[in-house]
Every structure is written in structure tokens, then in C-alpha cells.
């Protein structure tokens, strides 16, 4: 009785105490809720006229079921909480509270939070991948939520490490040097050794004696 009293409180109705005591206050607060929603006014809530849940939920009235009789399935019920899955290869990056990049389906990028990893068909857990599994499903919260965003295909970037402030050249001007290791040729057709680092889109960091601007061959 105090849930059904403190609900009808949160939507506003009053003149009764919350408790666990059904009163005439009660009966006509129930009786005001009811003809808001265009039902018999009788004051008295039946078994299974109302469902109590441990949380807020999100409704989806399937657009098959207007105007028709009310089933089981004419309306679905999710969570308020705004959630991207991914399956990958090797989810081994993956781990719980680990933040990754996402570009969502009109192309606005924000961050996530991965929340659990489990096997494709299988359970779901917080937690890290496990190596040798052919997909595992990774699922991520946003950060920050966009009510006008609905579901379609989303892209995660997850960064396993950053280099900032180094000297990169395009991944195609090494080359392999007679010597051993790597090296990338200067315009004066001579070479200068270099040791790569990370690579990301096409480009490669390299260490060495290369000095900022030095003019480099690429083949093309």
C-alpha cells in the first residue's frame, strides 16, 4: 500500500499520508488518478492494475498494436539507461570502467564506459575478456546521454596507447635497410636509420636522427 500511496504522490496527487494504511484520502486521490487516465473512477485498485518495479524503465508501444486489443506484446519495456554493444574478436582491452570513444548514427562523437564483457549467446559479467573465445559481446554506457538518438549502428574506438608530440612519416617511406631495422630515404637519395613506434592511420612514429622537415621519398 505505501508504494502505490508514494507513486501516486511523485505524479502529484495529495490529500492523503503516505503509509500503509488504505484511507478515504487514498480511495479518492486513486479516483482523481483514474479519471486522468480515462478509466472507471471507482476509487479501488484491482490485482494486476498495477505493476511495481525496483527502477525507472523506458516504454516501446509497438506501432502494430494501435488501435487494436491490448496483448502481451504491445508493449516493451527496456532500461532508461542508454547502451551500446559491440562484439569483437579479442576483448581482452576490455574491462570494466575501462572509457572508449564512440561515434554515434548521426556522426556526434562522446565517450562510454565499458560496463560488462561476456561470450556471444552467453551470460554477460564485469570484467575482463577471456583469450581463445571466438567473439565476445562487450556492452558500453554512455557518459552523457541523447534522448533523440535512437538504436543504429554506432563505431567504438578504444585507444590501447597514445604518443603525443612525436615525429611520424607515412607508413609506406620505410624501408627495410641492408643492415637490419628500418629506414626512410631523404631526398638526397641517402638513408637515415629509423625505429618505428606506434602506427595509426597511415602514419608511423619514428625515432632516431630524422630531424623535423628533413624531405623524405614516398613511393607512390
Known amino acids: 500500500m505505501e508504494q502505490l500511496e508514494l507513486g501516486l504522490s511523485r505524479l502529484g496527487y495529495s490529500g492523503f499520508t503516505v503509509d ?32 511495481f518495479l525496483p527502477g525507472p524503465i523506458r516504454l516501446h508501444p509497438s ?20 547502451l551500446v554493444t559491440a562484439e569483437v574478436d579479442d ?26 564483457v561476456g561470450s556471444v ?10 583469450s581463445g573465445m571466438a567473439a565476445q559481446r562487450v556492452t558500453i554506457r554512455l557518459t552523457r546521454d541523447y534522448p533523440r538518438i535512437g538504436p ?17 612519416v607515412p607508413v609506406t617511406a620505410l624501408v627495410a635497410l641492408a643492415e637490419g631495422g628500418y629506414g626512410v630515404q631523404v631526398a638526397d637519395g641517402g638513408y637515415v636509420a629509423v625505429e618505428p613506434g606506434l602506427y595509426a592511420e597511415g602514419l608511423v612514429e619514428v625515432g632516431g636522427d630524422l630531424e623535423v622537415g ?4 614516398v613511393p607512390k
Open 121 to 130: 549467446g552467453g551470460d554477460s559479467e564485469g570484467g575482463g575478456g577471456s
Open 214 to 217: 628533413t624531405k623524405i621519398r
Open 152 to 168: 543504429g549502428p554506432v563505431e567504438v574506438t578504444y585507444v590501447s596507447a597514445r604518443a603525443d608530440d612525436v615525429l611520424t
Open 20 to 51: 500503509e494504511e488504505f484511507t478515504d484520502a487514498t480511495a479518492a486521490a486513486v479516483r482523481a488518478w483514474q479519471e486522468d487516465l480515462g478509466a472507471p473512477a471507482t476509487g479501488r485498485v484491482e490485482f494486476g492494475d498495477v505493476v
Open 91 to 116: 576483448a581482452d582491452w576490455a574491462q570494466a570502467g575501462v572509457r572508449v570513444e564512440v561515434t554515434l548514427p548521426n556522426q556526434k562523437t562522446t565517450t562510454g564506459k565499458v560496463v560488462a
Open 63 to 82: 506501432p502494430g498494436s494501435l488501435g487494436q486489443g491490448v496483448s502481451d506484446s504491445s508493449v516493451q519495456q527496456s532500461g532508461t539507461q542508454r
